[in-house]
């Protein structure tokens, strides 16, 4: 383990300013990381720092990075890993067994010990959840430098609280007692329910009450086949009544076990100000996606197929779509497609088709580099305040046209240019400002707040796969969820694991 200069991890990919270390430690073990926590001060632990919330951001910490901790050990349906291994690489280890992890976040360079920090979710949480459906067990170092090596079903809340051995002697932690929204994603604080597991205590917990050093992940096997379609619609309310049709086949399609069923694992949207940014950037040529212009809203459908189903054997069942001559699920998908007239608008790719996927996907990911674009050349030529304002919510799909229309009355109303994009299969969408000045970032939170509450009078999260961290306006979209009282529970937990407030100190939490 060695003490270096920590002038390359001052910022994360939120670009938190401010960011001042007083050096950078690389552990390989979790003696190490003990070591390390029973003589800092303060520590913030890291992964690949692509945190959106700047809960990467050192602020004064000595910054404990994980990227020399990357075991992996694949065994039947599970893999352990340190918790400096990326996704990308768990998939390739997982493709050479011929298994494979179900919850991937977009950005497959984030670290193991990130994505269970912060509950990280992605495009088919629709179809599997958060990545704490998949966590079996932790390894995790708390502030006095005990080792806790929590299995699902060990180590159970009773009455309220757990009860711990450390090296302090026995603790007790308290269980929050709030009430958390029933929706598929949710990274906001401590998870809490009655009679909890321990392991869930610490999955999203940003860093505050341990530091991960290694995870247990359940997979499957074997890995399906994967379909991208690029469905452009002409209106939002066609869309959402698509997207509506697709998730109910889809969930009767599980429950079934149909094996000709409907397969939707994701589906994503790109609003109209989103397609507007693919076309004035060009992206929709450079990776010869047609956007005809009279689409207003785009999806974006990953189908999954039987393993054996190859590209050949995908496209007879296109052809074959129409004529009803094939029972298939991707055969059922066009008719749906052609029910909506959105077919003949459609490009697909087939299994194996790495090159189309990968065409097909940037045009989603070209909408946020697009925005970050905006922003920057704004920060840089019209005013050095301006940043990113933007905001992670999600709302049962059954509020989700309630929640749009929320989102575009509350932009318009202070005159903001904005796009949405994100995950529409299950409510979750990002709202971003594209600010033009300082007053737009103003009112941009004005506006994130007031979505917020809105959210979760809808029976929705304001906070639902970034985390919370050290931003201003997630840490009062936490304080608007869950009140005072709420937000004092959450510090008991944190008094209790960490009484000297030595882990990641101002996340969460304002210091």
Same mark, same amino acid.
């Given at each position: 383990m060695t003490n270096e200069d920590a002038s390359s991890f001052l910022e994360d990919a939120a670009h938190y300013p401010g960011g001042h270390a007083t050096g950078v430690l690389f552990p390989r073990t979790e003696e190490d990381v003990a070591d390390a926590l029973r003589s800092a001060g303060t520590i913030l632990p890291i992964g690949a720092q692509s945190s959106l919330t700047g809960g990467a951001t050192p602020m004064g910490d000595l910054v404990l990075s994980t990227s020399k901790m990357t075991g992996v050990n694949v065994r039947p349906d599970r893999i352990s890993v340190g918790a400096g291994v990326t996704v990308a690489a768990i998939q390739t280890a997982l493709a050479e067994a011929g298994a494979w992890f179900p919850p991937v976040p977009t950005f497959t360079g984030a670290c193991a010990g990130g994505i269970v920090a912060t509950n990280a979710a992605g495009a088919a949480t629709f179809k599997y !959840?958060?990545?704490?459906?998949?966590?079996?067990?932790?390894?995790?170092?708390?502030?006095? !430098?005990?080792?806790?090596?929590?299995?699902?079903?060990?180590?159970?809340?009773?009455?309220?609280?757990?009860?711990?051995?450390?090296?302090?002697?026995?603790?007790?932690?308290?269980?929050p007692t709030y009430s958390m929204p029933h929706v598929p994603k949710r990274s906001a604080g401590y998870h809490a329910e009655a009679g909890m597991d321990l392991v869930d205590l610490l999955i999203g917990s940003e860093g505050t009450l341990g530091v991960i050093t290694r995870v247990t992940f359940r997979t499957i096997a074997p890995a399906p086949n994967i379909v991208l379609a690029f469905v452009p619609c002409g209106d939002e309310a066609a869309a959402l009544a698509l997207t509506g049709r697709l998730r109910e086949a889809s969930i009767r399609t599980w429950q079934d076990r149909n094996p000709a069923g409907i397969d939707a694992a994701a589906i994503e949207h790109l609003d109209h100000r989103s397609l507007q940014i693919?076309?004035?950037?060009?992206?929709?040529?450079?990776?010869?996606?047609? /956007?005809?212009?009279?689409a207003r809203i785009a999806l974006l459908v990953q189908?999954?197929?039987?393993?054996?189903?190859?590209?050949a054997r995908a496209f007879d069942e296109i052809q074959d779509a129409?004529?009803?001559?094939?029972?298939?699920?991707?055969?059922?998908?066009?008719?749906?497609?052609d029910r909506f007239g959105?077919?003949?608008?459609?490009?697909i790719a087939l299994p194996h088709d790495g090159r189309r996927i990968a065409e097909l996907l940037a045009i989603r990911e070209a909408?946020?580099? *697009?925005?970050?674009?905006? /922003? *920057?050349?704004?920060?840089?030529?019209?005013d050095g305040r301006i940043e990113k304002t933007a905001a992670d919510m999600v709302v049962p799909f059954d509020r989700f046209a309630e929640m749009m229309a929320i989102y575009r009355e509350g932009f318009a109303a202070r005159g903001l240019d904005y796009a949405i994009w994100g995950h529409i299969s299950d409510g979750n969408v990002h709202p971003n400002v594209i600010a033009r000045s300082f007053d737009d970032v103003t009112? !941009?939170?004005?506006?994130?707040l007031h979505f917020g509450r809105e959210a979760a009078r809808l029976g929705g999260c304001p906070l639902a796969e970034h985390g919370v961290g050290r931003n201003?306006?997630?840490?009062?979209?936490?304080?608007?969820?869950? !009140?005072?009282?709420?937000?004092e529970e959450m510090r008991a937990v944190k008094r209790a694991l960490d009484p000297g407030w030595k882990l990641s100190p101002g996340v969460i939490f304002p210091r």
């Open positions: !959840g958060s990545v704490r459906r998949w966590v079996e067990g932790l390894s995790v170092v708390l502030a006095d !430098g005990t080792v806790l090596n929590p299995r699902r079903g060990e180590v159970r809340a009773r009455d309220g609280r757990f009860v711990l051995d450390t090296r302090r002697g026995r603790i007790e932690v308290p269980v693919v076309r004035e950037d060009g992206a929709d040529r450079r990776h010869n996606v047609a /956007i005809p212009e009279s189908l999954e197929l039987d393993p054996e189903t190859d590209a129409l004529s009803g001559s094939r029972a298939s699920g991707l055969a059922a998908f066009c008719r749906e497609l959105v077919l003949g608008d459609t490009q909408v946020p580099a *697009g925005v970050n674009q905006r /922003i *920057g050349l704004a920060k840089g030529t019209l009112a !941009g939170k004005s506006a994130m201003p306006v997630k840490q009062e979209l936490l304080r608007q969820l869950y !009140g005072e009282h709420g937000i």
